[in-house]
T-cell receptor, first 113, second 113 residues
Framework: EAGVTQSPTHLIKTRGQQATLRCSPISGHTSVYWYQQALGLGLQFLLWYDEGEERNRGNFPPRFSGRQFPNYSSELNVNALELEDSALYLC????????????FGPGTRLLVL | EDQVTQSPEALRLQEGESSSLNCSYTVSGLRGLFWYRQDPGKGPEFLFTLYSAGEEKEKERLKATLTKKESFLHITAPKPEDSATYLCAVQTNYGGATNKLIFGTGTLLAVQP
């Protein structure tokens, strides 16, 4: 069974640009989560999507946004990139309902110059 | 404020030298506690979920336990391949269904042959 996949693996942008990161959940999973892991910091919750709706967001500015598509894949958009946005962005999926365990993808390493 | 603290920050063991990692938490209501393993540059790999005090789970050389205030990850006779960062995360009941995971900053384990 394929796990969570993310693309691209690496992304280099300059300050002020926009970045788009993509995630495909485990087959049968309806919930997708996004986390940011900055160097030296723990994983910080960004967004949760379930059945195409945004269910919860973490303490991040509105320039972090995303969406979930009908096939449950998801996209994270970061507008007006800042240097401190450089981090590993991790996507996780879960089956929803009583199955709370989140399974993570390999991440997208974003570098903002 | 919900908080997860892991100790020690780093641990160096000789192969075969058993030890324990600690995860203490302060949350409004615990829905579940999760342990993950993360190798450098990769996404976290799920290990265990614990839901109630007194619960224990085992997998190979790892055993996770849970009390009302903390969780321990016991590593018995570790091998060099157990070297990784071990992350603890909690899910809370407070504030409705958020599903987000609150992570500690991890314990970096190095097992020397």
């Amino acid at each position: 069974e394929a796990g969570v996949t993310q693309s691209p693996t690496h992304l280099i942008k300059t300050r002020g640009q926009q970045a788009t990161l993509r995630c495909s959940p485990i087959s049968g999973h309806t919930s997708v989560y996004w986390y940011q892991q900055a160097l030296g910091l723990g994983l910080q919750f960004l967004l949760w999507y379930d059945e195409g709706e945004e269910r919860n967001r973490g303490n991040f500015p509105p320039r972090f946004s995303g969406r979930q598509f009908p096939n449950y894949s998801s996209e994270l958009n970061v507008n007006a990139l800042e240097l401190e946005d450089s981090a590993l962005y991790l996507c996780a999926s879960s089956a929803g309902g009583a199955q709370e365990t989140q399974y993570f993808g390999p991440g997208t390493r974003l570098l903002v110059l | 404020e919900d908080q997860v603290t892991q100790s020690p920050e780093a641990l160096r063991l000789q192969e075969g030298e058993s030890s324990s990692l600690n995860c203490s938490y302060t949350v409004s209501g615990l829905r579940g506690l999760f342990w993950y393993r993360q190798d450098p540059g990769k996404g976290p790999e799920f290990l265990f979920t614990l839901y109630s005090a007194g619960e224990e789970k085992e997998k190979e050389r790892l055993k996770a336990t849970l009390t009302k205030k903390e969780s321990f990850l016991h590593i018995t006779a570790p091998k060099p391949e157990d070297s990784a960062t071990y992350l603890c995360a909690v899910q809370t009941n407070y504030g409705g269904a958020t599903n987000k995971l609150i992570f500690g900053t991890g314990t970096l384990l190095a097992v020397q042959p």
